[in-house]
């Protein structure tokens, strides 16, 4: 790593060399995701609302900072039982473009990840890096870093927050449906520019054979 820190489907016309960076969601896109939300939430304390937003709205700064360990723990241990998703270690490292993790974990866990799994990642910037997704400033640091126009990159994901990070950076956005996020998907597929069954139809689209 170079970095401390049935829809609408592409035609095959289209010039997928044309992006110059990828950028890529971690859990449930690269791997399986197997972070357990509601024990996170009991732990924290937090009833509803998505987990980091409720922490970040802790006023007391040594409870915000305690959450957030606590968060982190979690992350940490996920990270080491991490398990691929099918097709994601050679869609990664088959890539002929600049291509990175943006995540809403810590970097550190992200980087378990990618030394256990063998992702061969130009950056990886997490939670500590930039305002998370939804904000668009993950994806605008990975541009400003490489020298790569928004028009020239694509950000792959399976959840909303990806879509709307990637569209409101200027990007081209990719949304891969899975079983778990297939019916959820329903609600904001329209933020997609691009659709894929799998990582293996994605790669097949950026030429990663």
Do not use: W
Not at 38 to 52: H, M, S, V, W
Not at 114 to 123: C, P, Y
Not at 166 to 194: C, P, V, W
Request: proline share 4%; charged share 30%; glycine share 6%.
């Amino acid at each position: 790593m170079n970095q401390e820190i049935l829809q609408k489907r592409p035609e095959s016309s289209e010039n997928s060399s044309k992006f110059e960076l990828v950028a890529f969601d971690l859990d449930g896109t690269l791997i399986e995701l197997n972070i357990p939300f509601d024990e996170i939430r009991k732990a924290l304390g937090i009833e509803r609302g998505f987990i980091l937003e409720s922490i970040m709205e802790e006023k007391d700064s040594q409870k915000r900072q305690e959450m957030l360990r606590i968060l982190e723990s979690y992350e940490l241990m996920c990270a080491m039982k991490a398990k691929p998703a099918y097709y994601a270690v050679e869609l990664v490292n088959g890539l002929n473009a600049v291509k990175g993790v943006i995540t809403r974990n810590s970097r550190r866990s992200a980087e378990i990840v990618a030394e256990r799994l063998g992702f061969d990642f130009d950056f990886i910037i997490g939670r500590e890096d930039a305002e998370p997704k939804p904000s668009p400033q993950p994806l605008i640091l990975a541009l400003k870093m490489f020298d790569v126009r928004p028009s020239r990159a694509l950000m792959v994901g399976d959840f909303l927050f990806d879509l709307l990070s990637g569209k409101a950076a200027g990007a081209k956005t990719a949304l891969i449906l899975t079983e778990r996020n297939r019916e959820m998907a329903k609600s904001f597929i329209q933020h997609a520019d691009y659709v894929f069954e799998s990582l293996k139809k994605l790669a097949d689209f950026l030429g990663v054979r």
